[in-house]
C-alpha cells in the first residue's frame, strides 16, 4: 500500500528555532500533499495544500510567513516552523496523494515541543 | 461551511461487544467519506472509504454505511477486541475542486477485557 514517511517524529527545541519537518511519498508520486495540526484531544485542521512546483494554499488564519512550505517534488514536501515559540508546539501530521481522485495517505506525524 | 460531528466523543465496551460509531454532516454534496483511526501519538490509518455513490463498505470486522441525504455515515464494529481501542475519525471530500477533508471531532473508543 501507499506509505507516507514523516520525520522527525519528535522534536523538542527552544523558543526561536526553526524547525523543518520533512514529508515523503515512499512508493508513489504525490501531486498533492496536506499539512494538518491537530492540539491535543482535537481533530485534524488543514494548514495548507501544496501541490507540487506550486505555492502553498494556506487555510484562514495560518501564517504563511510563521510556516514555510516547499513541495520541490514528487515524494517529498517540508514544512518549516519558523522562528518557533511555545504556542506552536502541537502535532503535525502531514497527507498526500497521487491524483485528484486519489485517496489521502498519511503520515506518523511530528510531536512538536517548544520550550 | 461543512461541519462534521461525531457521537459519542468517548465509548468504552467490554471485548467481544459490537458497537456503532455515528459521524453527520450537513453538507450532503460529498465526493466521498472516509473512516480512520488513529493510535495515541500517531498518524491515521485509514479503515473504509465510501464514494458518494455507495451506501456502504466492508472490510472484515468494520462496515460502514453512508446515508448522504440525511448527511450520516456509521461505522460498525463487530466482536470488539482491546486492539480495536483507539480515536475513530471521519472525514468527508466535498464535490468540485475544493478537495480538501473536513474531519470529525473523534471518538475514543476503549476496549476492556
Known amino acids: 500500500g501507499a506509505v507516507v514517511s514523516q520525520h522527525p517524529s519528535r522534536v523538542i527545541c527552544k523558543s526561536g528555532t526553526s524547525v523543518k519537518i520533512e514529508c515523503r511519498s515512499l512508493d508513489f508520486q504525490a501531486t498533492t500533499m496536506f499539512w494538518y495540526r491537530q492540539f491535543p484531544k482535537q481533530s485534524l485542521m488543514l494548514m495548507a495544500t501544496s501541490n507540487e512546483g506550486s505555492k502553498a494554499t494556506y487555510e484562514q488564519g495560518v501564517e504563511k510567513d510563521k510556516f514555510l512550505i516547499n513541495h520541490a517534488s514528487l515524494t517529498l514536501s517540508t514544512l518549516t516552523v519558523t522562528s518557533a515559540h511555545p504556542e506552536d508546539s502541537s502535532f503535525y501530521i502531514c497527507?498526500?496523494?497521487?491524483?485528484?481522485?486519489?485517496?489521502?495517505?498519511f503520515g506518523d506525524g511530528t510531536r512538536l515541543s517548544i520550550l | 461551511k461543512q461541519e462534521v460531528t461525531q457521537i459519542p466523543a468517548a465509548l468504552s465496551v467490554p471485548e467481544g461487544e459490537n458497537l456503532v460509531l455515528n459521524c453527520s454532516f450537513t453538507d450532503s454534496a460529498i465526493y466521498n467519506l472516509q473512516w480512520f483511526r488513529q493510535d495515541p501519538g500517531k498518524g491515521l490509518t485509514s479503515l473504509l472509504l465510501?464514494?458518494?455513490?455507495?451506501r456502504e463498505q466492508t472490510s472484515g470486522r468494520l462496515n460502514a454505511s453512508l446515508d448522504k441525504s440525511s448527511g450520516r455515515s456509521t461505522l460498525y464494529i463487530a466482536a470488539s477486541q482491546p486492539g480495536d481501542s483507539a480515536t475513530y475519525l471521519c472525514a468527508v471530500r466535498p464535490t468540485g475542486t475544493a478537495s480538501k477533508l473536513t474531519f470529525g471531532t473523534g471518538t475514543r473508543l476503549q476496549v476492556t477485557l
Open positions: 497527507s498526500a496523494r497521487s491524483g485528484f481522485n486519489q485517496p489521502q495517505h
Open positions: 465510501i464514494q458518494s455513490s455507495q
